[in-house]
């Protein structure tokens, strides 16, 4: 979407205020009675939630006192808020740990952001006659949607749900950030639930025939067992441990290479990050988003295929071709705007057709947003310049002192075609 010129926002929409909240909050307060005066010693937030969720699910004493700890927390109760600020801050130091190593820049905005909007937003429906009062709760019955229930705006508690805070920030995104298009990354379990706001919003009048409002939906990452991705212990595998172990294996491999007789520490660093964060997201981003996929290092990091690492080995080849040639990119722009591109070899017309794909193929994403096509044109592009590469030469060497005889510009300018796209 930035590519194409779009000012972006990227928000994380983080769970930060619903039952799961209640739940933590109220095992803290058992847990680190003095929370208010000392900042809890929580390491591992993943198995502090497992205590939590093993109390909420077997003891119904705890059950009740975490469900009380949602309204609290909901009416701002400044003890129930002090123990949330801990808990979401010792989350938020994890995420950005990832976000720095992934060079991610994003807003967060939780559901608690949206608080005093999901409370004036219920009064607004109310007045308009949207809500209907069943069982204590206050329901919207959505007239074009395919959800088989009512969306629950207020529970009989006076509570608030996720259809709540979905539907404050779905006005505040139309509204308040005069949002265009609005694009939820979500895992496909959640389709229905957002096509209820969706139908929601449209029936109140919010979304209009020009909005694009849409749901990126998503499938599971599987094990080779082709079950959901675990740890031998049945634990969900952590995407900083993931990339942890990607580092690992992308350095053995550097190794294996000899490597490290070439590059400094850094260098081998750097190298070492780059090939193991580019596979993990590039191995993400070659499937088709809503199936489920299987996640494997050892294809992940294959040299053959539609691979990172096969796009990387054709862009350093092209590199390395620039500077034995030593042709500046300069140079090139100039011969390119003064000369006809010569495409006489068969393996110089396709490489060039496949290149002058590209807009096509980001049209494309942009219309149906499945980034995989992006990658399969990749590949595509990648191995028809392997082609090209093997038959065309682009710099002659006399054979006896190892010295430029000649240098095929117009073949460069294929290269730094296929570079710039790669």
């Known amino acids: 979407m930035e590519f194409f010129g779009f000012d ?76 949330w600020q801990q808990i979401c801050e010792i989350s938020r130091k994890e995420f950005q740990h990832i976000y720095n190593e992934l060079d991610i820049t994003i807003i967060e905005r939780g559901e608690s952001y949206y608080q005093k909007m999901m409370m004036s937003m219920v009064e607004d429906l109310e007045k308009r006659g949207f809500l209907k009062l069943e069982d204590g709760r206050k329901v919207f019955y959505v007239n074009n949607s395919n959800t088989s229930y009512p969306l629950t705006i207020v529970k009989s ?14 006005r505040n995104r139309l509204y308040d950030c005069h949002g265009n298009v609005l694009l939820y990354v979500i895992d496909a379990g959640q389709s229905e639930h957002l096509q209820g706001v969706y139908s929601a919003g449209r029936e109140i009048g919010w979304i209009k025939p020009e909005h694009r409002v849409e749901h990126v939906e998503f499938g599971l990452v599987l094990g080779e067992d082709k079950k959901k991705f675990k740890t031998r212990s049945g634990d969900t595998i952590r995407l900083k441990d993931l990339l942890e172990e990607g580092r690992t294996r992308a350095k053995a491999k550097l190794l294996e290479k000899n490597r490290d007789k070439e590059l400094s520490k850094e260098e081998l660093e750097e190298a070492e990050k780059a090939i193991a964060y580019g596979c993990i997201k590039y191995a993400d981003l070659s499937h088709s988003r809503t199936n489920d996929y299987i996640f494997s290092f050892d294809k992940m990091l294959d040299d053959k295929g539609n691979t990172a690492v096969y796009m990387l080995y054709a862009y350093t080849r092209i590199r390395s071709i620039s500077r034995n040639a030593g042709v500046n ?41 499945y980034l995989h096509s992006i990658c399969e044109y990749l590949y595509e592009l990648s191995g028809t310049f392997n082609e090209f590469y093997e038959n065309c030469n682009c710099i002659q060497k006399d054979k006896k002192t190892g010295e430029i005889v000649s240098v095929q510009m117009s073949r460069l300018v294929l290269c730094e075609s296929t570079a710039s796209v790669l």
């Open 329 to 369: 990119e300069e140079k090139l722009k100039e011969f390119a705007n003064s000369n006809v591109i010569d495409l006489s070899d068969p393996r110089e017309w396709k490489l060039a057709k496949c290149i002058l794909k590209y807009p096509e193929i980001l049209l494309k994403a942009y219309n149906d947003l």
């Open 157 to 170: 508690d006076g509570g608030f749900t996720y259809a709540t805070s979905d539907l404050a920030a779905l």
């Open 8 to 83: 972006v926002l990227r928000l994380n929409h983080v769970g930060d205020w619903g039952t799961q909240f209640g739940m933590l909050t109220a095992h803290l307060k058992d847990k680190y009675p003095n929370y208010l005066q000392v900042m809890p010693p929580i390491s591992d937030l993943q198995a502090f939630y497992k205590e939590a969720k093993k109390r909420f699910d077997e003891d119904e004493a705890f059950k009740t006192r975490a469900y009380e700890c949602v309204v609290k927390l909901q009416s701002y109760d400044p003890e129930i808020t002090k123990g």
